[in-house]
């Protein structure tokens, strides 16, 4: 907040290590609700999952922070993690998973966890992309000099784009490999929202690649395809374990 406001003033190199500390911190609490809380398995409930991918968030943000400045992106996970962090203190049934000789479950669900974290971070970014792109056109005096060159905020959205999109394709590959009870067990409109969601990134960053779409339209289809993504990956489990 303080590099946002006094955007005159430099920040020494170790500045950039700081947001490590509570990621380190968040790290052993994520730890603690989701490896530590039952000795039958790792509870991966909805508010310990949605806590792990803050964490992702923050640690990926951070770690780009050290070859670029992105004070408005790490301001904006930072504020998430934080939220998301203290909800999970809230009590909540418990979903426990035993992943013990089961690999190929473990990369599955990283891998998709991993992915999805991607993609929240290109959606944050898609939204930077499109403030910033209405203040060029509106009122350019009011750029934030921090804020990174359109055309290089563009360049880091379809670097998480096609990043989400690899992780999650290899996680559907490996899901696809799991045993035929534990597919049957996912709700199918989880699975058809989750494939529309990453076939619509795959078509919009393909777009993008080959100037059929503009850096604008391709930040706001990210937003879209993203929510998609959120009411499969999410709203499901949601529904799952506080509705029915």
């Known amino acids: 907040m303080r590099r946002i406001k006094h955007p005159e003033q430099q920040v020494p190199d170790w500045g950039k290590w700081l947001p490590l500390i509570p990621a380190i911190l968040h790290l052993f609490t994520v730890y603690l609700l989701i490896d530590n809380s039952s000795e039958s398995g790792q509870n991966l409930s909805l508010l310990n999952l949605v806590s792990l991918i803050t964490l992702i968030l923050v640690l990926l943000v951070a770690i780009y922070r050290f070859s670029k400045q992105t004070p408005h992106l790490m301001l904006y996970t930072a504020v998430i993690a934080g939220v998301i962090n203290w909800l999970s203190i809230i009590p909540e049934e418990p979903n426990i998973v035993n992943f013990s000789n089961n690999g190929l479950g473990v990369l599955h669900v990283w891998l998709s966890i991993i992915g999805f974290s991607l993609l929240l971070a290109a959606t944050l970014q898609s939204s930077l992309v499109l403030i910033l792109h209405s203040k060029l056109r509106h009122k350019p005096s009011s750029i934030h000099p921090l804020l990174p060159p359109l055309l290089e905020m563009e360049g880091f959205l379809s670097t998480l784009v096609l990043s989400g999109i690899i ?48 850096g604008i339209r391709f930040a706001r289809l990210c937003i879209i395809a993203f929510v998609i993504l959120s009411i499969g990956f999410i709203g499901t489990k949601l529904v799952i374990q506080y509705i029915l």
Request: proline fraction near 4%; include cysteine.
């Open 167 to 214: 992780s999650l394709g290899i996680a559907f590959g490996l899901g696809f490999g799991l045993p035929e009870s534990v597919i049957k067990a996912q709700p199918l409109h989880k699975i058809i929202l989750s494939l529309l969601a990453w076939f619509s990134f795959c078509t919009f960053y393909l777009g993008y690649k080959t100037s059929k779409l503009s």
